[in-house]
């Protein structure tokens, strides 16, 4: 079973920098995909940014060009860099994780604990 613990929120000021980390406790190399979702006060959680084992990103057209979605295999890391934040980004975000199980002949999903991030203006 996989498990993701985030870390990195926090306070930032609009258009600051933050950097939000996802480790996971088997390597990502198992892990099919990965991703960050966030979820605001009286919004349904979104998709923010997702990186697969190959490596190709996507990213939710309101984050494009502020936020980068990277791993580092060596440390089992997801990082989310959120540079120019906005005060709608203020959400509480959460990391994902997509692995095939052959056992049961479909993706398990694990989520993180989630991380409060507050931008402010």
């Known amino acids: 079973q996989v498990q993701l613990v985030e870390s990195g929120g926090g306070l930032v000021q609009a258009g600051g920098s933050l950097r939000l980390s996802c480790a996971a406790s088997?390597?990502?190399?198992?892990?099919?995909?990965m991703g960050w979702y966030r979820q605001a006060p009286g919004k349904q959680r979104e998709l923010v940014a997702a990186?697969?084992?190959?490596?190709?990103?996507n990213y939710a057209d309101s984050v494009k060009g502020r936020f980068t979605i990277s791993r580092d295999n060596a440390k089992n890391t997801v990082y989310l860099q959120m540079d120019s934040p906005k005060p709608e980004d203020t959400a509480v975000y959460y990391c994902?994780?997509?692995?095939?199980?052959?056992?049961?002949?479909?993706?398990?999903?694990?989520w993180g604990q989630g991380t409060l991030v507050t931008v402010s203006s």
């Open positions: 990186i697969t084992s190959g490596g190709s990103t």
């Open positions: 088997v390597s990502i190399f198992e892990i099919n995909a």
């Open positions: 994902n994780s997509k692995r095939y199980s052959g056992t049961y002949g479909e993706y398990l999903e694990v």
